[in-house]
T-cell receptor, first 114, second 115 residues
Framework: NAGVMQNPRHLVRRRGQEARLRCSPMKGHSHVYWYRQLPEEGLKFMVYLQKENIIDESGMPKERFSAEFPKEGPSILRIQQVVRGDSAAYFC????????????FGPGTRLTVL | GNSVTQMEGPVTLSEEAFLTINCTYTATGYPSLFWYVQYPGEGLQLLLKATKADDKGSNKGFEATYRKETTSFHLEKGSVQVSDSAVYFCALSEITGGGADGLTFGKGTHLIIQP
């Protein structure tokens, strides 16, 4: 049973470009969470999604960031017009159901903005 | 809001030493508590968890007890190995009316075990 998959593992973008990060949850999991880890910091919650719905986006920056989890395909975290401060590791996690709140993490995407 | 505070690192120990990593939390309700471990270049792996007061989570020789009276969830291991070198994160999660929320993490404690 494959774990949470994220790609790419490493992404380099120049300032002003767009970054698209993909996350495929564990088989059977319909809840996806995105977190950001800045250097020397813990993970910060960004957004929680179920299929075709954003449940909680209280941790998402108000501008340039968006997330989706379509009926088919992976969850996408999209960052438009990236800036150097967006450089971080972005982790995706998935869980089985609402009441079972154990989250399984992917290996992360390390975004570097030049 | 919720928060997690854990001891600053790095923590450097010799092999077979006793380990304690302190973790305290602030939460509005009755959270579940977790310890995650992150090895270099990898994602987080769940190490152990406890869902209610006085529960003890344990795995791979590590254990932590949910202490509601002191709002703590300290991680302990009786005899550490070089392979335990990693970053350890304490975290909490609450089930709200809208469903399972995101985890709130501490900043992490970098553990270095020397042979």
């Amino acid at each position: 049973n494959a774990g949470v998959m994220q790609n790419p593992r490493h992404l380099v973008r120049r300032r002003g470009q767009e970054a698209r990060l993909r996350c495929s949850p564990m088989k059977g999991h319909s809840h996806v969470y995105w977190y950001r880890q800045l250097p020397e910091e813990g993970l910060k919650f960004m957004v929680y999604l179920q299929k075709e719905n954003i449940i909680d986006e209280s941790g998402m920056p108000k501008e340039r960031f968006s997330a989706e989890f379509p009926k088919e395909g992976p969850s996408i975290l999209r960052i438009q017009q990236v800036v150097r401060g967006d450089s971080a590791a972005y982790f995706c996690a998935s869980s089985l159901s609402v009441g079972f709140n154990e989250q399984f993490f992917g290996p992360g995407t390390r975004l570097t903005v030049l | 809001g919720n928060s997690v505070t854990q001891m600053e690192g790095p923590v450097t120990l010799s092999e077979e030493a006793f380990l304690t990593i302190n973790c305290t939390y602030t939460a509005t309700g009755y959270p579940s508590l977790f310890w995650y471990v992150q090895y270099p270049g990898e994602g987080l792996q769940l190490l152990l968890k406890a869902t209610k007061a006085d529960d003890k989570g344990s795995n791979k020789g590590f254990e932590a007890t949910y202490r509601k009276e002191t709002t703590s969830f300290h991680l302990e291991k009786g005899s550490v190995q070089v392979s335990d070198s990693a970053v350890y994160f304490c975290a909490l999660s609450e089930i709200t009316g809208g469903g399972a929320d995101g985890l709130t993490f501490g900043k992490g404690t970098h553990l270095i075990i020397q042979p």
